[in-house]
């Protein structure tokens, strides 16, 4: 490594020579994810009047999606035990969980353990918060004393993303560009 460390940057610019392994899976690379995919409207799938997401990258492979979570009211959005961790980085506005002392507002990061069951609430005085969220495994969603009432999944974001974009008029193939 010490030699590397001695070279100039100019000439450690040279591409990688060989082909890549075979049957791997293409990057994804979303530009302008921060302002003008946030203003397209028709991007965002809707579970509810109030709430939708814009998914980044829905990884059926591994288990896990990545996507901006937005929601337009105040009040619970859901409880919820999740099955592996989650991340999450708040992009706008703010939100917090019933059972913590701790409120997640823009630029906070957070992470969430596997098993952890919350409920999430978006605070009077919010008119939209987004944030960006990696969920590996999905969620249970519970009634306040743990008995499962429904779950999501990678699974069923994409099924919700593709049934979405068919019924726009972006057609159901338009989810595949987000599938890995």
């Known amino acids: ?7 100039k940057p100019d000439e450690l610019a040279v591409p990688y020579q060989l082909p890549q392994v075979p049957f791997m ?4 690379v979303h530009l302008g994810v921060l302002d003008k995919w946030l203003e397209d409207d028709k991007l965002w799938v809707p579970m509810t009047e109030t709430v939708s997401f814009k998914p980044l990258l829905l990884c059926a492979s591994q288990g896990y999606y990545v996507n901006l979570l937005r929601v337009r009211q105040s009040g619970v959005l859901s409880r919820h035990r999740h099955t ?15 059972e913590h002392e701790w409120v997640a507002e823009e630029g906070s990061y957070a ?3 596997a098993g952890e069951t919350h ?3 978006v605070p009077e005085g919010v008119d939209e918060m987004i944030t960006w969220f990696h969920v590996t495994g999905g969620y249970t969603y519970v009634d306040p004393q743990g008995v499962a009432v429904g779950y999501e999944d990678v699974f069923t974001k994409i099924e919700a993303a593709r049934k ?6 972006l057609g159901a ?3 595949k560009q987000f599938i890995r």
Request: charged share 20%; net charge negative; glycine share 8%.
């Open 1 to 7: 490594m010490s030699s590397v460390l001695k070279r």
């Open 25 to 28: 899976s293409p990057d994804i």
């Open 84 to 98: 592996g961790p989650v991340h999450a980085i708040v992009l706008k506005g703010r939100w917090y969980y019933l």
């Open 111 to 113: 992470h969430e353990p």
């Open 119 to 121: 409920t999430l609430f």
């Open 164 to 169: 979405y974009y068919e019924e726009s008029g």
């Open 173 to 175: 193939d338009y989810v």
